[in-house]
T-cell receptor, first 113, second 112 residues
Framework: GAGVSQTPSNKVTEKGKYVELRCDPI?????LYWYRQSLGQGPEFLIY????????DSGLPNDRFFAVRPEGSVSTLKIQRTERGDSAVYLC???????????FGQGTRLTVV | GENVEQHPSTLSVQEGDSAVIKCTYS??????FPWYKQELGKRPQLIID?????GEKKDQRIAVTLNKTAKHFSLHITETQPEDSAVYFC???????????FGSGTRLLVRP
């Protein structure tokens, strides 16, 4: 597609469940970012991929969060044993490389009830 | 690593006035500073960016200035219009890992 695509757009899950959030970056973009945005806050860095490898995962809040990008394109953010505090909009962005414009997806709104 | 601070958190201006949003960063090696605009319920979109080899960049009513010595950069919007109302985020690139770090955002309200 022409832009970054995220699915699902909305996800409601029960506390303790496992969720997967998907990001399809712009074709050819080697850099891929995951951010979490709570209401009224800026995007909070979670993890950054350069190609298939996680160049920086220092923003993942704990070991319940994990992300993969096995073929250097689509990425999946995985959250185990979800907690109500995980509720937020999860944004994915991609760019041609570092220091270039990052394009955002529309986000996945995760609600943990 | 990079830390970006942004202020003010909210800004209200009269239509036609100018608006200025300021950010400071911590990583002296950072060399790329984008600004994003996010309208309610929508994704952040780049409006302007600046690299460390220039001190100012302008695009119509929007300009960004960079002071590398002081480690701060600012967004200037002139002749503000109601459609400029949104949340604006500055960002810096962490030079060690190249991750993009955002400020906390400024909610701009342009009063008609």
């Amino acid at each position: 597609g022409a832009g970054v695509s995220q699915t699902p757009s909305n996800k409601v899950t029960e506390k303790g469940k496992y969720v997967e959030l998907r990001c399809d970056p712009i074709s050819g973009h080697t850099a891929l970012y995951w951010y979490r945005q709570s209401l009224g806050q800026g995007p909070e860095f979670l993890i950054y991929f350069q190609g298939t490898g996680a160049a920086d995962d220092s923003g993942l809040p704990n070991d319940r969060f994990f992300a993969v990008r096995p073929e250097g394109s689509v990425s999946t953010l995985k959250i185990q044993r979800t907690e109500r505090g995980d509720s937020a909009v999860y944004l994915c962005a991609s760019s041609l490389g570092s220091n270039t414009e990052a394009f955002f997806g529309q986000g996945t709104r995760l609600t943990v009830v | 690593g990079e830390n970006v601070e942004q202020h003010p958190s909210t800004l209200s201006v009269q239509e036609g006035d100018s608006a200025v949003i300021k950010c400071t960063y911590s990583d002296s090696a950072s060399n790329y500073f984008p600004w994003y605009k996010q309208e309610l319920g929508k994704r952040p979109q780049l409006i302007i960016d600046i690299r460390s080899n220039v001190g100012e960049k302008k695009d119509q009513r929007i300009a960004v200035t960079l002071n590398k010595t002081a480690k701060h950069f600012s967004l200037h919007i002139t002749e503000t219009q109601p459609e400029d109302s949104a949340v604006y985020f500055c960002a810096g690139v962490d030079d060690s890992s190249y991750k993009l770090i955002f400020g906390s955002g400024t909610r701009l309200l342009v009063r008609p």
